[in-house]
């Protein structure tokens, strides 16, 4: 109890910004003036807040200001792509004090997490942050995961890795704690602790990478399922009449939404020659993006694939939000930006007229807080929301 009480005048603190006194955070918290008063005695003494100057409002002595020291702890998020790997180090508030990409080297799981190591350190290095202050370091990956074991199980867009011990194996090569999620969940998780939305936020976060994947956060957590792999949308159909799909439907998500379809498409409608000696990640993101650009060019074509492609994208969004009665869609991931004004502008009608609760309310559709590396900005999220956010979870006992 002491702990979780401790937790949640933490999250008051960070979540206002500006701070709070410690009258303020009795009435924040409901918890009792004396808790309070020693609870925060113990977050000066441990350097996660600090004293901030004081006010004076209404009678009596004035206040002293609260305020989170950003620089007291910071987390580690990399996102795992076939593409290219993403490293960020974040501070206590959830800023981005440095990034890095690098090439997804190749898709042997070894030679990915020694990538993943030094690209790790030389962050750390260049920041020069001490390491006793990282609270651990966060990993974003496709799924799906065996959260239990920490093991990588099969992603369908990295060849090779059959169950891969991705959470020890990066323990060993950095010396910290890892924690592993699955980079949609990442996402949710990210654009929670930036957004700063009520606490009864809930939303469906779509995530655009090399795959289609979705999340879940409702009452201001994200949602996990009970494997922890809830959001694998790739096998909905969302074009009875599209192309078949190795699970033997046609027109399902993976073969209809993902970048690589759209570039299939494009193909096929002429607007690019269909001569790709290969369709490896590389060489799909740069034909994919090459697509985009002319688009907002004006070239029609172009427009057109992606005029398609957002309206199987609202068959999916309305398929997700009647389902799961959320208040609010938010796009997000590594291709998001390219197809965000086309996405905008096309999707918010179509999924109004496909919802099911249109005569009760419109379902806002905005684009996340975070930008691109909201996979990565996640991955480090998770690692501060396991260490300081409350749960009331934390309280149930063992059995």
Known sequence: MGDFNQSVTL???????EGLSRIELVDATGLSAQTVTNIT???????????????????GKPRVTLRLVSESRFSIGVHLDPAVMTFV??????????????????KDPRRIVEAMGRTIDALIAAAGVDRSRIAGV???????????????????????????????????????????????TSAAVGELWTHLEPSDDSFVFIYL???????????????????????EVGHIVVDPDGPACTCGSRGCVEVVC?????????????VFPDDREVSDAEAVEARFTRLCERATEGDEPAARVLREAAEH?????????????????VFGGPFWSRLADVYLKEIPGRLDRLSATRAVRAIPVVGTVVGDDVGAVGAACVVLDSVLSPRTADLLLER
């Open 258 to 270: 993902t970048p690589q379809a759209i570039v299939e498409q494009a193909e096929r409608a002429g």
């Open 41 to 59: 005695r113990r977050l000066l003494d441990d350097g996660l807040i600090r004293e901030a100057g004081r006010t004076i409002n209404g009678p």
């Open 313 to 329: 994208m609202a068959v999916l969004t309305a398929v997700l939000t009647n389902m799961l009665d959320v208040d609010r869609v």
């Open 11 to 17: 999250e008051a603190i960070r979540r206002s910004g």
């Open 209 to 231: 990478g090399t795959g289609i994947g979705a999340a879940l956060a409702r009452d201001g957590e994200a949602v996990h399922g009970s494997t922890r792999n809830l959001g």
């Open 89 to 106: 180090l974040l501070d206590l508030s959830g800023t981005v004090v440095r990034r890095t990409t690098v090439r997804t080297p190749t």
């Open 138 to 184: 966060g990993v974003a990956a496709p799924g799906p995961l065996d959260a239990d074991k920490g093991t990588v199980i099969d992603p369908p867009k990295l060849l090779g890795w059959h169950r891969v011990p991705l959470r020890a194996a990066l323990a060993e090569a950095t010396g910290f704690a890892v924690t592993l999620e699955k980079d949609t």
